[in-house]
């Protein structure tokens, strides 16, 4: 694949993810991670912290879920692709079961390889988070 069918190859693929994660449908997006993911949460945040499974994401992915009303509603603002990088900006609209708005920014880094995503950094504001969500367990981190 050359390096412009390659960029547009993950971008589409990436694209897709988040329409179908629009339509409430998140199977795509886990179908998508490699088993041995490597998901980094950037900051110095409780939240910050770089997973090394794909289990270890879902298990984060679904200690947040636990505590909203319905899964985040993401924005996607722009998507920038390089080879086997992909960009999303995007923001993010969910409720707590507490009642708090958690309307949050992203900036997600994507790496691709073999049409599965092997590499996430994730940028948000981790400091809402922080205020908003109850914190993962330090036994979850690493």
Same mark, same amino acid.
């Given at each position: 694949?050359? +390096?412009?069918?390659?960029?547009?190859? %993950?971008?589409?693929?990436?694209?897709? /993810?988040?329409? =179908?994660?629009? %339509? %409430?449908?998140?199977?795509?997006?886990?179908?998508?991670?490699?088993?041995?993911?490597?998901?980094? /949460?950037? *900051?110095?945040?409780?939240?910050?912290?770089?997973?090394?499974?794909?289990?270890?994401?879902?298990?984060?992915? *679904?200690?947040? &879920?636990?505590?909203?009303? =319905? !899964?985040? &509603?993401?924005?996607?603002? &722009?998507?920038?692709?390089?080879?086997?990088?992909?960009?999303?900006?995007?923001? *993010? &609209?969910?409720?707590?079961?507490?009642?708090?708005?958690?309307?949050?920014?992203?900036?997600?880094?994507?790496? /691709?390889?073999?049409?599965? /995503?092997?590499?996430?950094?994730?940028?948000? +504001?981790?400091?809402?988070?922080? *205020?908003?969500?109850?914190?993962?367990?330090?036994?979850? !981190?690493?």
């Amino acid at each position: 694949m050359t +390096d412009v069918t390659a960029t547009e190859h %993950n971008r589409t693929l990436i694209a897709g /993810i988040f329409a =179908e994660l629009a %339509n %409430n449908n998140p199977g795509p997006f886990v179908d998508a991670f490699a088993d041995d993911v490597r998901f980094t /949460i950037a *900051g110095s945040s409780v939240w910050s912290r770089t997973l090394t499974s794909k289990q270890a994401l879902l298990d984060l992915l *679904g200690m947040v &879920r636990q505590q909203l009303v =319905e !899964r985040i &509603r993401l924005n996607v603002l &722009r998507i920038l692709a390089d080879g086997e990088y992909v960009v999303v900006q995007a923001d *993010g &609209r969910a409720t707590t079961k507490k009642g708090k708005p958690y309307n949050n920014v992203y900036c997600f880094v994507y790496r /691709i390889a073999g049409d599965k /995503i092997t590499e996430v950094t994730e940028y948000q +504001d981790t400091e809402l988070a922080t *205020g908003t969500l109850d914190a993962p367990a330090p036994a979850a !981190r690493g």
